[in-house]
């Protein structure tokens, strides 16, 4: 999937006009593209610069939210931006203000593929570093399924895929330690498009 500059575009704009019409701003411009139209997978991430130069130099993720439901993309990352700015655990209250603040980056996902595995540790050998977005699920019998997904910049913070599946089994609902036969793993891949935040853009641009 190639996403040209027109759509990239529009993305960031939906993103960050779904956000503003939250606090109260005008509706969002609905992209004219096709593309939006399509029925796929995706998720907004946001990452909250600070107020000062050092604070910006390491963004703090405010929130992830993506959706797997067959709905058509604009109203999925519609709703994402909605969810991961107000909605995410980890994020913190949003002045109109703040919304300068928020660094956005778009993952459209693939298709899932399942991995192959029979135990754990070819699980782990199974896993691309820096390339494989992860869903773990797990189907106890007569249970209910719980699951976790990491997409591929994940691996930035986790490069070990000891690790990296570890962390994927707690985001689950499951201990670090915890296997069974029912866990099964997909991967998929991400095109990912990025709009740095309007504050710390217009602070680079200052003639120094």
């Known amino acids: 999937m190639n996403v040209d500059v027109e759509i990239e575009r529009e993305a960031i704009a939906l993103v960050r006009g779904a956000i503003a019409h939250r606090q109260g701003g005008p509706r969002p411009t609905q992209p004219k593209s096709v593309f939006f139209e399509n029925i796929r997978p995706a998720f907004v991430t946001l990452h909250r610069v600070g107020a000062e130069p050092e604070a910006a130099a390491v963004p703090e993720l405010h929130g992830c939210i993506g959706s797997f439901a067959r709905a058509p993309l604009a109203v999925t990352l519609t709703r994402s931006a909605v969810s991961a700015a107000f909605e995410d655990p980890r994020a913190i209250p949003l002045a109109p203000r703040d919304l300068d603040d928020l660094d956005v980056e778009v993952s459209f996902l693939s298709e899932t593929t399942a991995i192959p595995f029979a135990t754990e540790e070819q699980a782990r050998a199974a896993l691309r570093p820096e390339i494989d977005g992860v869903i773990l699920r797990y189907r106890p019998r007569g249970g209910v399924e719980r699951h976790g997904l990491f997409l591929p910049q994940v691996w930035q913070r986790?490069?070990?895929?000891?690790?990296?599946?570890?962390?994927?089994?707690?985001?689950?609902?499951?201990?670090r330690s915890f296997w069974a036969p029912e866990i099964t793993l997909e991967r998929f891949a991400v095109e990912r498009i990025h709009d740095p935040a309007p504050r710390l853009a217009s602070r680079s641009a200052r003639p120094r």
């Open 158 to 175: 986790l490069p070990e895929p000891r690790d990296f599946l570890d962390e994927l089994k707690r985001k689950a609902g499951l201990p």
